[in-house]
């Protein structure tokens, strides 16, 4: 009978051990990639090569999702304020949101779908082909190889990205809303400069990096931990995305917080 | 073996278990200086535990590992990297990196310690590919593009192309054809002969053995049982060394389905 209350009770400490300890060992690596970032040899090339992957080739997928949310911003928000007569507040909510909120959130989203996943398989696979440990004997070190310019340009790419998905997002709200909902073109885009303030496009660029940090840092940990052939490649995989993607969400409501609450 | 001169690397109660399995179970060898040595023993025996433990990829649990007389389980990390920096390495499976063509491969460890401009890296690994019988023109493919006794022979270059003081050859001639087997051989045995090395490699190939080794070792139940001189491999007078030479089915030996 005891065993009833007490294993699940010890499954949950033991699952609780475990999450401690993965979050104690992903802080480390944090910190040792962070510090391969100021200590010489750097691999420029490398880390030009992963920037260019992030924030070039993820141009597209971003581009297309802050057009149509703009698009649906506007189209909603309409609808919603028309109700009160407010049809003007459209410009407005659909510039904060996109700013503040969205154009961060959804382009890391995106970036964590396509580039976490690439890391943790990149490394995963050169994990469990000993090709990390092939590193090692030729004289370079993986975490300053592999892993600091990755999460590098991770986190540095993110910001440009959304910076470009702000302004398609309220170009994309700018079309629905001149071309579709009758607004004047050159209201519109007033009453949106006029409501922009510089610490929205500020805080949605900083919550960028964070986001790029994590989806840098969980893509290539998950990958460096793999184990267990291509079914723990898979998996790091997997992890990779849900992980960044989990922490990408908790840290968002944590970081308007910290810029915006009272 | 020469006695009383400092072996090269030094085993001593080596100790490793993965969980409750213990692979190597106090390890004691020798491996002289300037000499080839092979380790023999069955299939999962620990033979590869051993040499990544000596490279410090594995940590072993229990036991010293001493290089020139040195003590590397205790040496400061920066000491230990001068000492890795000396050493090559052939991986059982290859382990190449496949984001680079074959020379980068080929001369990683010489860029990645700036010895050498890349454009000069070019023809070294040129150089290095031919002593395994490839042509210069591989240097341009990617790993993937190349079969697998290919891929065996550019690790195998890569593994030398930094003129290591001491080579490790995890399996240095499976995969490959009779022929081409020789001729890794005899490049084995030049690298220790001209270049002075000292090699330590671990094979299932008895003729290979004798003619890449001068003394052999035997691992059985994570332990060295017998060490002897490569050519008498087959009539040591040991039981177990000559039933894993000869390939006998019956004998002291048993195959173990699960340890
Ligand atoms: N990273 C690891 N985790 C868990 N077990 C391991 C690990 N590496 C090796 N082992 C186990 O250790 C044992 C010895 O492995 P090792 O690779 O040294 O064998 P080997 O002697 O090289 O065999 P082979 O001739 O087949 O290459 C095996 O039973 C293997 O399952
Ligand atoms: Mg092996």
Redo the contacts between chains.
Sequence with gaps: MASLVLDPLAALGRAAIGACRATGAVGLFALEAVSHWVRPPFYGRLFWGAFVEIAWFSLPVVALTAVFTGMVLALQSYTGFARFNAQSAVASVVVISLTRELGPVLAALMVAGRIGAAFAAEIGTMRVTDQIDALTTLSTDPMKYLVAPRVLAATLALPLLVLVADVLGVMGGWLIATFKLGFVSAAYLKSTADFLQTMDVVSGLAKAGVFGFVIGLMGTWCGYTSRGGARGVGGATTLAVVASSILILALDYALTEAFFAQ | MMHGALPKIRLRGLRKAFGAKKVLDGVDLDVPAGQGTVILGGSGSGKSVTI?CI???VEPDAGEIEIDGRDVLRMPRRER?EM??R???L???G?????LPVWENVC??LL??NRITRAAARDRAAEVLEQVGLAASVGDLSPAELSGGMQKRVALA?AVAARPEIVFFDEPTTGLDPIMGSVIDGLIADVVKRLGATALSITHDIASARRIADTAAMIHRGRIVWTGPAASLGQTGNAMVDQFARGEREGPIQMELRR
């Excluded at chain 2, 382990?95 to 984001?99: K, M, T, V, W």
């Design positions: 990544k490279l410090g990829l990297q890795a920096d050493i090559g390495m991986f059982q499976n382990a190449l990196f496949d984001s990683f460890k990645a310690q890569r």
